[in-house]
């Protein structure tokens, strides 16, 4: 129910914002078309099975955060694409980094992987199921512990309850070793 009710705050939000007012003309005029919409795609839009009220709360908190990382990450990522393209910094460690995925769901690999993607400069190539990795192109591979990290900061944000760093760390570690050897 929190979740249905973040999703049509949500919309209503859009909508306002889609006219540039708050008033509370616009306000109710977009929950009733937020409400109206939801109605008729409720199969589409709500969950099979719906998650549990804990994951619906984490996911509506902390989307200011998720969306602050992502706006940063974008800014960076434009940044190093202009320097690369205007010449100022030459294109020194491009490549491809293996970002393990072992202790992640794969209910939190989609959506980790479309934010990577979202970020100028960097690119989600494939997810190798057997290996349990994630390969990521990026414009610079010279620092591939930084890449991971940041990935991994999407992954705590998105997989609430199914985070295990432990096992992330061990797994972190062994991909290092096996770079280090190729």
């Not at 591979?141 to 309850?161: F, M, N």
Request: net charge negative; with cysteine; charged share 20%.
């Amino acid at each position: 129910m929190i979740l249905l009710l973040g999703i049509w705050a949500a919309s209503t939000a859009i909508f306002c914002m889609l006219f540039g007012t708050f008033s509370w003309q616009y306000i109710v005029v977009g929950g009733v078309i937020s409400a109206g919409i939801m109605w008729i795609f409720k199969h589409q839009i709500t969950p099979k099975p719906v998650p549990d009220t804990g994951l619906s709360m984490h996911l509506i908190v902390y989307a200011p955060v998720l969306i602050w990382y992502l706006f940063i990450d974008i800014l960076r990522g434009t940044w190093q694409v202009i320097m690369t393209t205007l010449g100022v910094r030459p294109l020194r460690h491009p490549g491809i980094i293996k970002i393990p995925l072992e202790a992640h769901s794969p209910y939190g690999v989609g959506p980790v992987g479309y934010f990577i993607t979202l970020s100028p400069g960097s690119f989600l190539v494939d997810v190798d199921w057997e290996n349990q990795v994630m390969l990521v192109h990026v414009l610079d591979a010279s620092d591939p512990e930084a890449i991971r990290r940041d990935a991994e900061k999407y992954y705590r944000l998105w997989e609430y309850g199914r985070y295990q760093p432990r096992l992330v760390d061990e797994r972190l570690a062994e991909v290092v070793e096996e770079t280090k050897h190729e």
